[in-house]
């Protein structure tokens, strides 16, 4: 079977100027060997010969590369869409034509607070909000589709009303995440528990109830909020088809290793070297990313292999999986089961599981239109 590569996610330095606290990959210093400019160029082609359609740049903090410019404009070149992820502190007029000119799907700046202390504090840098806000008042000037990425966790979750306060009516697509436990500077009791990430989900429907697309394109992660009776998908997906990693989406890290998805920070879901074997080899070898591509209902784990949806599931978010249980296909934190947990009583009941389902399905009419606001298309209104 070949699979269509819709985007690949890529780790230009681990090199960073701020020390974000939730950060996944510890980033701060370069990788020992990150690739050279030449090396980079190189993958771009692989990439396009594997198909791939969008290419996400992110860090450590990507402008800090002297030759981002020309490995993002190659990646334009070749015809595929580029993000370009950035925490939205490194100013220049240089940075902002430049960005321009790329015409990219998003440049996306992350936000963890509605306000300097917190946001400085978790971003472990004094003077980060003010910087990022102007960053993203610029961008907004030089007509870019500017995104903010806000990562939610124990010490910021209160700040999603005043997020929303300050992004609503701007233009700006709001993408909500939340922090995993794989940053060496994270430490574990700040992650949310399930009542908690649960709750960030009903925060993202209620923000969609409550606003158009055009006044708030808000979303939450793909792998946040799937199989619910009760919400819709509160990610940018109608339907949930089990974690992407090796089927639709891959990673490449600053040193060249390829993994199905960089929030698997762990050293045994390794493909390859780019630098070794050609992307799209990697991408297309028999065998590859077996645990999605070639993962059975079978395999699925205690939390999931009585669930009716394991089949198109497989055990929900392998990053989140192996956090919370150590192993695959087992995934606690899907809103299905917290669900099912929640409100067993409710969900006992079979004529009040269909209403809720039936109250789920109302307003997917707004996807499309949210569609295209995370598309850069910010203007673009439903007929
Ligand atoms: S219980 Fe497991 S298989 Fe079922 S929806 Fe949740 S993650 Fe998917
Ligand atoms: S590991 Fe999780 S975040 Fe990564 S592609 Fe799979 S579902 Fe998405």
Not at 249 to 265: E, F, K, P, T, W
Not at 356 to 370: H, I, P, S, T
Request: hydrophobic fraction near 40%; charged fraction near 25%; proline fraction near 3%.
């Amino acid at each position: 079977m070949k699979y269509s590569l819709a985007c690949v996610v890529w780790e230009l330095t681990l090199g960073c100027n701020l020390k974000c606290l939730h950060c996944g990959s510890t980033a701060g210093r370069r990788r020992t060997r990150e690739l050279t400019t030449e090396e980079a160029l190189k993958i771009c082609a692989d990439l396009k010969q594997a198909g791939c359609r969008g290419v996400a740049l992110m860090g450590g903090e990507p402008l800090l590369r002297g030759d981002f410019f020309t490995i993002a404009s190659r990646v334009r070149e070749l015809g595929m869409e580029l993000s370009v992820i950035t925490n939205g502190t490194i100013h220049s007029e240089e940075i902002f034509a430049g960005l321009k000119k790329l015409k990219p799907r998003a440049v996306a700046v992350s936000l963890d607070a509605a306000g300097a202390a917190l946001h400085d504090r978790i971003r472990g840098a004094e003077g980060a909000f003010a910087r990022s806000g102007a960053f993203i008042e610029r961008c907004l000037k030089e007509g870019l589709p500017v995104s903010v990425i806000t990562t939610v966790h124990k010490l910021n979750i209160k700040e999603l009303p005043g997020l929303r306060d300050l992004l609503k009516g701007r233009g700006i697509a709001w993408q909500v995440q939340t922090a995993g436990a794989e940053g060496g500077r994270f430490s574990e009791e700040f992650l949310l528990d399930r009542e908690e990430f649960y709750s960030v989900g009903l925060f993202v429907e209620a923000c969609r109830r409550e606003y158009t697309p055009e006044e708030l394109p808000v979303i939450g992660a793909h792998d946040l909020g799937y199989n619910s009776l009760l919400l819709k998908n509160v990610s940018l997906y109608d339907k949930w088809e089990g974690c992407q990693a090796g089927i639709s989406v891959a990673g490449i890290r600053s040193d060249g290793d390829v993994l199905g998805c960089l929030a698997i920070n762990d050293g045994r879901f390794i493909e390859g070297s780019a630098l070794a074997t050609p992307f799209y080899e990697l991408w297309s070898r028999p065998g590859a990313f077996s645990y999605t591509r070639g993962s059975e209902t079978s395999q699925a784990g205690p939390n999931c292999s009585a669930c009716g949806h394991a089949q198109a599931c497989k055990g929900g978010c392998s990053e989140m999986s192996l956090m919370k249980t150590g192993a695959l296909h087992n995934d606690p934190y899907c809103f299905c089961a917290i669900e099912k947990e929640l409100f067993a009583e409710e969900l006992g009941d079979p004529f009040k599981k269909l209403k809720l389902r039936l109250a789920g399905l109302a307003g997917r009419g707004a996807f499309r239109r949210l569609g295209r606001m995370f598309s850069g298309e910010r203007g673009a209104r439903e007929n």
